[in-house]
């Protein structure tokens, strides 16, 4: 079975060495010297402590080794990997390439990391925007390397051959004609309390002559920052996809320093992804319709019970 892994870049910043140099590539500089004869993961323990002598923790020993040995170990031939570019909204996504595909390079190309393995990578990207939540969520880990468990996702997106066929049955499906039924205020309403659920201190401003603002409110994280968000909800039959005017027309109504939200039952074409995060704008997040559902299920409980009547759904989503 072919699977996922994310190889971090430092932040990005060595993104663009990766994909030009065909390779994803690991730190650990006192670690110096080719690896390529490890077997197992037991065989990295008194190599890592030699090295790190400082380090005493089993927990933390652990936690490096245990990324060194999915780096060397866990990848192999077929296997994708993944890494965020320096501008956080894009993925670099590529195929590991034959083994032995790792080697240790002690040039210098402008990557410190020496610890390689070969990667073919795609001269596509990913737009995190495209990405469900769990999706998006899982790659927020700051391990340098792990496994993602989204491979079937990932797969269909990129429209490979051995990507899985979709379920005859369609839940998300389900529930977007669900919320369909709901008016155009019902339906803003149920996003004001949605956000309200997420942690925004949120209000429903939607009216006649609102500029395409919906709702807005302020996310408080711990006092540790405060954003201002300006969100457009669109009720948008399944299958159509929201244009680049649409998103320049809510972006006109955001000030400088605060930023945006479109959320819509639909998706959105490819050029309105691009326009929601151009460089000296405020940026817009895009919450299509499935990513719209799987914020539904993840804050379900916290929004008010009437919706729970009004949409005829429990918990699970599934209808009662």
Not at 37 to 65: M, W
Request: glycine share 8%.
């Amino acid at each position: 079975m072919t699977d996922l892994y994310c190889v971090r870049a430092e932040g990005g910043k060595f993104a663009e060495h990766f994909v030009r140099g065909g390779y994803a590539a690991i730190g650990w500089k006192n670690l110096d010297g080719d690896l390529s004869a490890i077997r197992s993961r037991e065989e990295l323990y008194p190599l890592f402590k030699a090295a790190y002598p400082d380090q005493s923790s089993p927990l933390v020993i652990g936690n490096h080794v245990g990324q060194i040995a999915r780096f060397l170990l866990d990848i192999k031939a077929g296997d994708y990997v993944i890494t965020p570019a320096a501008d956080t909204e894009w993925l670099h996504f590529g195929v590991a390439e034959a083994d032995p595909s790792y080697y240790f390079d002690a040039g210098d190309d402008g990557c410190r990391y020496r610890h390689r393995r070969r990667v073919t990578w795609d001269q596509r990207r990913l737009q995190r925007s495209e990405i469900s939540v769990p999706f998006q969520n899982s790659i927020r880990s700051m391990l340098s390397v792990y496994k993602v468990d989204h491979a079937e996702e990932f797969l269909q997106l990129i429209g490979a051959a051995d990507a899985p066929r979709r379920a005859e049955y369609d839940a998300y499906r389900a529930v977007l004609e669900r919320l369909l039924e709901l008016d155009p205020t019902e339906f803003e309403v149920f996003l004001t309390s949605l956000l309200s659920a997420i942690g925004f201190e949120a209000e429903h401003t939607g009216k006649v002559g609102d500029k395409g603002v919906d709702a807005q409110g302020d996310l408080d994280i711990a006092g540790m920052a405060r954003i201002r968000l300006y969100v457009q909800a669109k009720r948008h039959k399944l299958g159509t996809r929201i244009r680049a005017s649409e998103v320049r027309k809510l972006r006109q109504s955001i000030p400088m320093g605060s930023q945006g939200a479109f959320i819509t039952t639909a998706d959105y074409q490819s050029d309105a992804r691009e326009v929601a995060t151009e460089a000296g704008f405020p940026r817009i997040g895009l919450i299509n319709g499935r990513q719209l559902v799987d914020l539904l299920v993840q804050y379900w409980d916290k929004i008010p019970e009437e919706y729970w009547q009004r949409l005829d759904l429990k918990l699970g989503l599934v209808r009662s």
